[in-house]
């Protein structure tokens, strides 16, 4: 009797000298965690479809800077779909999908975090040159090239994703020590590689752009309420961002610095060798950068209120009537 209950135990009674044993996902706070996880899940979809259908549907909102936010939108919204479930499932059940299915369910994951990360480089560059250089921001960053940037953005991580778990693409299960669980990992110059392109360069640029985009929107707050002759504090404030531009720094500001923090603890974990995510502490880092997912559409709804407008519109169904998509929503 009790070598069947311990039997139970394992993802495979049959093989258990190499099954991994069953997640303890039956005490309460286990369930309560699943349940919560899936509700995030949920509103994480729900949440960014309503961005992207924001964006895509109303003529006014197709601008440079909407269409790196509907970028960002499809990778949170591919998190809730993909990346938000696999954990759910992982964590509360053995992995019975086999290698390849385990294998392209993780290489989704690094490609929307490796896009994520170039929208956040865009994002940045974006309003760095909307405060540093507003008089040539309209000649400099146009529709097509942005449409451009976001598909390399795309076809780059795709391919960077290919090469660095290239061998993993080969031997799907290389690095699994057990049936039952899911896992890939990197050798040691794969793993260098990676901290130098998905990590250092990306928070490099990310917080030299901004640090430029911060020291420049002050120093025009100041000149915006210095009480300095009206000739010259016209003349100086046309040569200077408006103060919508101002506005946009400031709240995807917000959005690159909430990025920032679920990041780094995701990735500094990663490097620590703990890539199984099998600690408490681990889960919860992975479950905190799954969160900024379901975060960024809140960010919008506190700060753009176009895109309150636009959900009112989505909601009610008002965009299904002819000619909704010529709406003033700004």
Same mark, same amino acid.
């Given at each position: 009797?009790?070598?069947?209950?311990?039997?139970?135990?394992?993802?495979?009674?049959?093989?258990?000298?190499?099954?991994?044993?069953?997640?303890?996902?039956?005490?309460?706070?286990?369930?309560?965690?699943?349940?919560?996880?899936?509700?995030?899940?949920?509103?994480?979809?729900?949440?960014?479809?309503?961005?992207?259908?924001?964006?895509?549907?109303?003529?006014?909102?197709? =601008?440079?800077?909407?269409?790196?936010?509907?970028?960002?939108?499809?990778?949170?919204?591919?998190?809730?779909?993909?990346?938000?479930?696999?954990?759910?499932?992982s964590?509360?059940?053995?992995?019975?999908?086999?290698?390849?299915?385990?294998?392209?369910?993780?290489?989704?994951?690094?490609?929307?975090?490796?896009?994520?990360?170039?929208?956040?480089?865009?994002?940045?560059?974006?309003?760095?040159?909307?405060?540093?250089?507003?008089?040539?921001?309209? =000649?400099?960053?146009?529709?097509?090239?942005?449409?451009?940037?976001?598909?390399?953005?795309?076809?780059?991580?795709?391919?960077?994703?290919?090469?660095?778990?290239n061998?993993?693409?080969?031997?799907?299960?290389?690095?699994?020590?057990?049936?039952?669980?899911c896992?890939?990992?990197?050798?040691?110059?794969?793993?260098?590689v990676?901290?130098?392109?998905?990590?250092?360069?990306?928070?490099?640029?990310?917080?030299?752009?901004?640090?430029?985009?911060?020291?420049?929107?002050?120093?025009?707050?100041?000149?915006?309420?210095?009480?300095?002759?009206?000739?010259?504090?016209?003349?100086?404030?046309?040569g200077?961002?408006?103060?919508?531009?101002?506005?946009?720094?400031? =709240?995807?500001?917000?959005?690159?610095?909430?990025?920032?923090?679920?990041?780094?603890?995701?990735?500094?974990?990663?490097?620590?060798?703990?890539?199984?995510?099998?600690s408490?502490?681990?889960?919860?880092?992975?479950?905190?950068?799954?969160?900024?997912?379901?975060?960024?559409?809140?960010?919008?709804?506190?700060?753009?209120?176009?895109?309150?407008?636009?959900?009112?519109?989505?909601?009610?169904?008002?965009?299904?009537?002819?000619?909704?998509?010529?709406?003033?929503?700004?």
């Amino acid at each position: 009797m009790m070598e069947t209950e311990d039997q139970s135990e394992f993802c495979f009674p049959q093989l258990i000298n190499i099954s991994c044993r069953k997640p303890s996902s039956h005490r309460d706070e286990d369930v309560l965690l699943t349940v919560l996880l899936s509700i995030i899940c949920i509103f994480t979809v729900v949440l960014n479809l309503l961005v992207i259908i924001s964006i895509s549907h109303f003529r006014q909102l197709h =601008t440079p800077t909407n269409l790196l936010l509907l970028s960002l939108a499809v990778t949170d919204c591919v998190v809730g779909l993909l990346v938000w479930p696999g954990e759910i499932y992982s964590k509360t059940s053995c992995w019975t999908l086999g290698d390849a299915l385990c294998f392209l369910y993780k290489y989704m994951s690094f490609i929307v975090t490796f896009v994520s990360l170039g929208n956040m480089v865009l994002i940045s560059a974006d309003r760095y040159v909307a405060i540093c250089d507003p008089l040539h921001y309209n =000649t400099k960053v146009t529709m097509k090239r942005i449409q451009l940037c976001v598909c390399l953005c795309w076809i780059s991580s795709f391919s960077y994703c290919s090469v660095i778990l290239n061998v993993q693409l080969a031997h799907p299960g290389m690095y699994i020590s057990c049936y039952g669980e899911c896992v890939i990992g990197n050798d040691y110059s794969a793993g260098l590689v990676d901290l130098v392109v998905s990590f250092i360069l990306p928070l490099s640029i990310i917080i030299t752009l901004y640090m430029r985009v911060f020291v420049v929107a002050v120093s025009q707050a100041r000149a915006m309420r210095s009480h300095v002759t009206s000739v010259k504090l016209q003349h100086s404030v046309t040569g200077r961002a408006k103060k919508s531009e101002l506005k946009a720094a400031r =709240t995807l500001g917000v959005l690159v610095l909430v990025f920032l923090m679920s990041f780094c603890p995701y990735y500094i974990v990663n490097l620590t060798g703990d890539s199984k995510m099998t600690s408490s502490a681990a889960q919860y880092v992975l479950y905190l950068y799954g969160l900024n997912s379901g975060l960024n559409p809140l960010i919008y709804a506190l700060f753009y209120p176009w895109f309150r407008r636009a959900v009112r519109h989505v909601v009610t169904l008002h965009i299904l009537q002819p000619g909704s998509c010529q709406t003033n929503i700004i």
